[in-house]
């Protein structure tokens, strides 16, 4: 007897071949049987006559570290076809923990993306894995390890060079995660205090990273400058000089004066790989980004953590030095300010709540201020929390990257669950929606990518970058993670105004050989599991 059985299907195999009509059996946690199954009986069967059955989707960058532990659901991504999350992605993650308290709460401090009172409870990526799984968790994660958490526990947060007693103490932390099954290091080199650590920094914990072959060295890297996008030319020479895999985070063209430029980015990245370079990238696919506002600030102004930057933001004259910089040297030191383009998501502090959905332009209206000020006033009243959306994007250029062979999907968002503990602000409608988005607005109606192809970039291309080698595919042996999808009718409905929304178009979903989504319900079963490399 079987333990699932689906029927009638056709199969998108995760492989990029065209899809197939078959059945899939189930037996505890594999795929038992795939074909014509007429005679196969099972406890539980699923019609997919008129639907596709794909591998669990897996989405290459997330944040989701925190929301799972604090919201095991995970609703906003399962309800897409979603079953692994690759997390610990620019810099951050929760692991490892300093033994030092201040060390510690700085790092919490990064990662405040639900109460700031969670109970973690580990101080490495082993602690982590035993705490969700004896939680429980709804998807699977795939965890990266973090150059600012690393940074952070050794240096600290301060704006200034390791010393060579420092870096063998960032590559002895590194060592142990991977040990642990961390899938790669993650950069963040806009964001302190990854931002702080230099060139060669990264090369040594890279050169590191490569006794581990195949492991990924996936990198947010330092950005557009007016001589183009120097930061990625900053991975290409990181990964040639430590011989890594690089994967590039969420691959944009940021500037408006540079828009219409993706083909010409995405030719550098085929040259660097003709060169020699293993080189990879991810797109979500909108024409918006989002972070903190805490980063827009210069470099030196956000040294030593959340706390010190606020009281650099009350000291008038420090204040008055950091407003005369950002505008001297524009958005994230080089983009010029368009602040009817930055969006106010996220605020802590109830008493401005209504700036939520609100563009800093429409609020220094509001108060009668310049923009740069209400943004600036808001960050001291929301204590350095405030999140916004940048709308610094076309779609054009992300159909660009979308399209080609080199790039995977990843949402760039978290797992997290509408009216619960993580369902809160207004994010990015990315958390909700990329993957749907993918199959309904790219395949079915704008034809960017085939059915077979982005299915292909959003599980089985994945797992191999991964090094994933049971799960990601359609194929008897490997583990039950699958998705029963309708072609017709599957899209997002989350918006920048209501992101709130689930997608549609996705009746089942199994985790591990267990239904988690259930013509169109999620049933609470929770069988997802941190994976190990």
Request: glycine residues 12%; aromatic residues 6%; hydrophobic residues 40%.
């Amino acid at each position: 007897m079987l333990d699932l059985l689906i029927r009638g299907g056709v199969v998108v195999d995760g492989s990029g071949a065209a899809p197939y009509q078959a059945d899939v059996a189930i037996a505890g946690d594999r795929i038992a049987a795939i074909g014509g199954l007429d005679q196969a009986t099972a406890a539980c069967t699923v019609d997919a006559r008129g639907k596709v059955v794909t591998p669990g989707l897996i989405d290459m960058h997330t944040h989701s570290d925190l929301t799972l532990r604090g919201d095991p659901r995970g609703w906003s991504k399962l309800r897409q076809g979603v079953t692994t999350e690759v997390i610990g992605n620019c810099g951050f993650t929760p692991f490892p923990v300093s033994a030092d308290p201040e060390r510690a709460r700085l790092l919490r401090e990064t990662l405040f993306a639900i109460a700031d009172d969670l109970p973690w409870g580990w101080d490495s990526l082993h602690g982590y894995r035993q705490v969700l799984e004896a939680q429980g968790i709804a998807l699977n994660v795939a965890p990266l390890v973090g150059h600012s958490a690393l940074r952070g526990a050794v240096v600290g947060f301060d704006d200034r060079p390791a010393t060579p007693a420092e870096h063998a103490g960032m590559a002895r932390l590194l060592e142990q995660a991977l040990d642990e099954g961390a899938f790669g290091l993650s950069t963040g080199l806009t964001l302190p205090p990854s931002s702080y650590g230099d060139t060669d920094e990264v090369v040594g914990l890279c050169r590191t990273l490569a006794r581990w072959p195949g492991r990924l060295y996936c990198t947010h890297t330092r950005g557009e400058t007016p001589q183009g996008p120097t930061g990625m030319r900053e991975a290409f020479a990181i990964g040639q000089r430590a011989a890594v895999p690089v994967e590039l985070a969420h691959m944009a063209v940021n500037d408006p004066r540079h828009w219409g430029t993706a083909a010409a980015v995405m030719e550098e990245v085929d040259a660097a790989a003709h060169n020699g370079l293993d080189v990879g990238c991810d797109v979500y696919p909108y024409d918006a980004s989002s972070s903190g506002f805490s980063q827009c600030l210069p470099g030196w102004a956000q040294s030593g953590g959340r706390l010190e930057t606020l009281a650099r933001l009350r000291d008038s004259a420090t204040r008055a030095r950091i407003r005369t910089e950002m505008e001297a040297k524009g958005l994230l030191g080089v983009w010029p300010w368009h602040w009817d383009r930055l969006l106010v998501c996220r605020v802590v502090a109830p008493q401005w709540r209504e700036a939520e959905g609100l563009t800093f332009a429409q609020l220094g209206e509001r108060r009668g201020v310049a923009p740069i000020d209400a943004a600036l006033d808001l960050m001291i009243a929301d204590e350095g929390r405030v999140q916004i959306i940048f709308f610094y994007r076309t779609e054009e250029d992300m159909e660009v990257f979308l399209r080609h062979p080199r790039c995977v999907v990843g949402s760039d968002g978290s797992a997290i669950t509408a009216g619960g503990p993580t369902g809160s602000g207004r994010p990015h409608p990315r958390s909700y929606g990329a993957a749907a988005r993918v199959l309904g607005r790219y395949v079915r109606e704008r034809q960017t990518l085939t059915l077979a192809d982005a299915v292909h970039r959003m599980s089985g291309k994945v797992a191999a970058r991964l090094g994933l080698r049971d799960r990601g595919w359609v194929r008897t042996g490997l583990a039950a993670d699958l998705a029963v999808i309708d072609p017709l009718s599957v899209s997002d409905r989350a918006t920048f105004t209501d992101p709130h929304q689930y997608a549609v178009g996705v009746p089942f979903v199994i985790v591990n050989g267990g239904l988690a989504i259930a013509d169109g319900e999620p049933t609470g079963a929770h069988r997802g599991r941190v994976l190990a490399a």
